[in-house]
């Protein structure tokens, strides 16, 4: 059983920056060793992935973030991080952690970022 909390989400303006936190306290230790991603769900559309990282640090990005967003994750501390830069009205949804492929009975809260324009 993991769970997963995210967090760092909020309101800001169209060319501004949020650093997004998923906290997973997992009990099996193939977390560590699996690539992880952020998804982000607007409302009334299915959730996607935008970022994703193997445990060793390769990275793949949306094509709609390439650039902007900066995923990162720390094993020994059991997180995973998201640096979103230059954001866009379009940015805004609620964003959530996984694994990539996703476990469906562990999704979290979310985080919900907003950006105006």
């Known amino acids: 059983q993991v769970q997963l909390v995210e967090s760092g989400g909020g309101l800001v303006q169209s060319g501004g920056s949020l650093r997004l936190s998923c906290r997973y306290e997992?009990?099996?230790?193939?977390?560590?060793?699996?690539?992880m991603g952020w998804y982000r769900q607007a409302p009334g559309k299915p959730r996607d992935l935008v970022a994703s990282?193997?445990?060793?640090?390769?990275?793949n990005y949306a094509d709609s973030v390439k650039g902007r967003f900066t995923v990162s994750r720390d094993n020994a501390a059991e997180a995973l991080y998201l640096q979103l830069n230059n954001l866009k009205p379009q940015d805004t949804a609620v964003y959530f952690c996984?694994?990539?492929?996703?476990?469906?009975?562990?999704w979290g809260q979310g985080t919900q970022v907003t950006v105006s324009s």
């Open positions: 997992a009990s099996e230790w193939i977390w560590g060793l699996s690539p």
């Open positions: 990282i193997t445990n060793d640090g390769n990275t």
């Open positions: 996984n694994l990539k492929p996703p476990r469906a009975e562990s």
